[in-house]
């Protein structure tokens, strides 16, 4: 099935509608067999799921093999152990999700706009100073740039770090192309979610737009965003009229939208100064790391409505971190986010029924040196 019979499929039976499956997630099956048997199986690092008329099975990184019954005119097929009837043998793939830890490497990515650089050289200079003021997390040891607004398909670039990423950003934008656009920032955040070319999962995802996003239908939600626990940091010029909706998204992520145009020189780095003087200054410099994870935890629930309480988050104060630190990362010094005491963690849910569903909670800090 491709994406398009998938979604048709679940505006009928409702089996998938909360999925949140993204177009360039769905991967047809690989099918094979003859009149009476049938295997139905994905390419490596994806994952199969059937449906029928009134069920949907999650095969994982295994094929769904079958014999026909030829008296019921339905599919046996194997499933875990059990031989289960299929009135037909729908089927489509989609990437295995990663699942990180917050202290794990990860990623750098920068997105931005060709036209930066159509009315001047300012962008380009200013990206060049960043490496005056700016260093990455220890943690982050992949670096990648996409650029979005171009005339031509554009794909991710992998750099070996942050200054080789900076300068071929900035001559990029020395020397922009023209001619009609054929992406936007929405297509270039599609490019990074389903790229394997370098790490995404708990990456940290710079966006420069040359003018505020402020009218897209944000067909990428944030849950497929924060299932790769990505952090969204969006710079976007002054231009007034409220907030923008890649704003808005990078807030529902572990990032944060930032209103200031560029200079010749990139601003005094807000993790340098005051955190509380930033929030009045419009500050403009994003994240070169990542956010800062202070509670961790994953755990699986069944499908239905329930609640779980998970392990308290116990933060202590004096000592500036958190005491279950198996499971917390060090927290800003001077700057807690809680007052000093134990926490209680419950997570009510109502999920489909029929399978199983992984939730990683997360905690944040939005600021820490580096």
């Known amino acids: ?175 922009p192309l023209s001619g009609t656009p054929k992406n936007n920032v929405l297509d270039a955040i599609k490019t990074i979610l389903r790229t394997r070319k370098l790490r995404t999962c708990g990456a940290s995802l710079v966006v420069y737009v040359s003018n505020k996003a402020l009218v897209f239908y944000p067909k990428i939600p944030a849950a497929q965003l924060r299932a790769k626990h990505i952090a969204l940091f969006s710079r976007e010029p002054d231009l007034g009229g409220g907030t923008s909706d890649l704003a808005t998204l990078a807030t529902k992520t572990y990032g944060y939208g930032v209103v200031s145009n560029l200079t010749e020189e990139s601003d005094v780095c807000c993790l340098l100064v005051d955190i509380y003087d930033c929030f009045f200054q419009k500050f403009a410099v994003p994240l070169f790391g990542k956010p800062l994870c202070i509670y961790y935890q994953n755990v699986f629930v069944q499908g239905g409505k329930g609640s779980i309480e998970l392990e308290p988050f116990v933060f202590d104060q004096q000592n500036g971190y958190a005491t279950n630190r198996n499971k917390v990362a060090n927290v800003f010094n001077g700057y807690p986010l809680f007052h000093e005491g134990t926490y209680t963690v419950k997570i009510d849910y109502d999920f489909p029924p029929g399978r199983q569903y992984q939730l990683s909670v997360r905690m944040f800090h939005s600021y820490q040196y580096v």
Request: with cysteine; charged share 25%.
């Open 1 to 175: 099935m491709d994406y398009n019979a998938v979604m048709e499929y679940s505006s009928r039976n409702g089996l998938i509608e909360n999925f949140g499956i993204l177009e360039d997630e769905i991967h047809l099956a690989v099918i094979s067999g003859d009149s009476c048997s049938g295997s139905v199986s994905c390419e490596a690092d994806y994952k199969l799921t059937v449906i029928d008329r009134n069920q949907l099975k999650e095969f994982g990184e295994y094929s769904a093999d079958g014999i026909c019954d030829t008296r019921t005119q339905t599919w046996l097929v194997d499933y875990n152990g059990e031989m289960v009837s299929f009135e037909m043998l729908a089927a489509f793939c989609t990437d295995i999700p990663e699942d990180c830890k917050p202290n794990d490497n990860s990623s750098l990515i920068f997105a931005y706009s060709n036209t930066l650089g159509l009315d001047s050289d300012v962008a380009a200079k200013w990206f060049e100073s960043v490496l005056k003021t700016e260093s990455t997390h220890p943690s982050v040891t992949e670096f990648g740039s996409i650029r979005f607004d171009s005339p031509i398909e554009e794909d991710v670039q992998v750099h070996s770090s942050l200054a080789e990423a900076i300068n071929s950003i900035a001559a990029n934008l020395r020397s």
